[in-house]
């Protein structure tokens, strides 16, 4: 029978950033406390029960968590096939000082993420 080793691996840094995954993708709006639309794509996203329950990942730190902490209120999107690859963009990890670069690449609606 063969040994099998159990190979450790640090997490002192985000497992998930190690690889690229697919996820469903959504965009959720917000309303942020100037009046604008928040229209930030999420993934790791979905349906929480047969009922009205939703849930994606969001971290306190952005905008959309903040709004919807404020608000109690979001609205969740299904981009078309030809919006998947420049809203999975704007969906790529944030670099150091909470920056974004690609999003200044993107088309102008997609820019607020």
């Known amino acids: 029978m063969p040994t099998q080793e159990l190979v450790s691996l640090s997490v002192d840094e985000p497992i998930w950033d190690r690889f690229f995954s697919v996820h469903p993708l ?7 406390p100037d009046g604008n639309h928040d229209i930030a794509p999420k993934h790791l996203a979905m349906p929480l029960s047969w009922q009205n329950w939703f849930g994606f990942v969001c971290t306190p730190r952005h905008h959309t968590y903040q709004n919807i ?23 790529s990890p944030r670099c150091d000082h909470d920056s974004k670069p690609i999003v200044s690449a993107l088309p102008g609606r997609l820019r607020r993420s």
């Open 26 to 32: 959504v965009l959720v709006s917000t309303l942020d």
């Open 69 to 91: 902490e404020r608000t109690g209120e979001f609205t969740v999107s299904f981009p078309r096939p030809d919006q998947i690859a420049l809203a999975s963009l704007a969906a």
